[in-house]
């Protein structure tokens, strides 16, 4: 294990086997040690500053075709507690974000198969776009996962690169890595089997990149995983960026964020199989640490959901090789709905007050990290260009 690690503090790449060697470490001086080169590698790859955006969440509709294991947000269209925003609510909500500093919309939603205008989905997503952009242009828009991308082609028999480039050119920046759950089908079966598959996930981010809009990568973690199925996944998302940079694709993933499981409200068969409500901290800080450690020289950005683990957990979190905080979020319902203890916003103050507790600076950046405002650290160089 110390050879592992001082491998990893040399910069090189750590493979598949090695990182499923530190992640199966249970000695706490073993896993002190795993901690102590995450949070080193943090500093020489990211830097010593804490970023965090204003941003605001925006879940257009809950109805949804899926019936995903892990989801508790997800309804019918004549369930008790179904929504489904009109265009003055989407407006109402982007313009009480612009008043409150944000400078990031983040929108996903249920797959709807009503949300069509003419028989079409793509320019009922375009709409949602332009209602956005045309009041507010200066503000990113971070929307649709690629789970959104592969309902719109199918539904309107578009290729993903037609889909991303439509919204793209109406105004979306970037796209969430949601909907990657765990990058193994045999996983996917059980806990989200009328998704997407991990081939075609993986096929419409790098999709993205090669049409310059960068995405994030998630995991959702602390299920019915194994730890080597975990690494795979991160195997394949390292794979993803080093694609984008051999081919000089003009995006890439500008970060990554595990997302543990919340099961206290989640469907019943999965929350059984699991067996607890909320996730493990000290699981998800060794994942987070070995997860710095193999996809630092490439993916430079780690974030802790504070949604999932709370406040406490994503500051402890920072300690483990995260280097950002995430975003206000002002409304947060798909984790909050699955009884998650993080709530559903953060004020700037909040998160500021968090990162100052460890001794460290804070600086506001924007989607695609890119710093705001004035701060006496620069970022240093690194492998990727954003």
């Avoid at 790098?206 to 991160?234: F, Y």
Wanted: charge should be negative; proline fraction near 4%; include cysteine.
């Amino acid at each position: 294990m110390d050879l592992i690690l001082r491998r990893a503090l040399d910069g090189c790449d750590i493979s598949t086997t090695e990182a499923l060697v530190l992640l199966q470490q249970k000695e706490p001086d073993r896993i002190a040690a795993i901690q102590a080169a995450a949070d080193r590698l943090r500093s020489l790859q990211a830097g010593d500053t804490v970023t965090y955006v204003v941003n605001r969440n925006i879940n257009f509709t809950n109805i949804c075709e899926q019936h995903c294991n892990f989801c508790a947000f997800r309804r019918d269209e004549e369930d008790p507690g179904a929504f489904w925003l009109d265009w003055e609510q989407i407006l109402a909500k982007a313009t009480d974000a612009v008043h409150l500093g944000a400078t990031e919309i983040c929108m996903q939603g249920g797959l709807n198969l009503k949300a069509k205008i003419n028989g079409a989905s793509l320019p009922y997503y375009l709409r949602l776009v332009e209602t956005i952009k045309d009041k507010f242009p200066q503000l990113h828009l971070h929307a649709f996962s690629p789970q959104e991308i592969q309902f719109i082609a199918r539904e309107d028999s578009l290729s993903f690169s037609y889909v991303i480039a439509a919204l793209r050119d109406a105004g979306v920046g970037s796209m969430p890595g949601t909907a990657a759950e765990v990058l193994d089908d045999s996983v996917r079966k059980i806990i989200c089997p009328e998704k997407l598959n991990s081939a075609t996930w993986l096929e419409i981010v790098e999709t993205a990149h090669k049409l310059g809009l960068p995405t994030t990568s998630t995991m959702l973690c602390g299920h019915i995983e194994t730890a080597s199925q975990q690494i795979l996944h991160l195997e394949k998302l390292r794979k993803l960026q080093q694609t984008a940079c051999e081919k000089g694709y003009p995006a890439r993933i500008t970060e990554f964020i595990l997302l543990p499981f919340v099961g206290q409200h989640a469907p019943p068969s999965l929350r059984k199989r699991v067996g607890r409500d909320q996730p493990v901290l000290a699981d998800i800080l060794l994942l987070t640490a070995v997860s710095r450690i193999f996809l630092g020289n490439w993916i430079v950005n780690h974030q802790p959901s504070w949604v999932k683990l709370g406040i406490t957990g994503a500051t402890e979190a920072l300690k483990w090789g995260c280097n950002d905080i995430g975003g206000t979020l002002m409304e947060e319902h798909i984790t909050t709905m699955a009884g998650a203890i993080g709530g559903s916003c953060q004020s700037v103050e909040d998160l500021q007050r968090a990162i100052s507790s460890l001794g460290r600076n804070y600086r506001q950046r924007d989607t695609i990290y890119r710093s705001l405002g004035i701060d006496d650290f620069a970022f240093p160089q690194v492998k990727v260009y954003f």
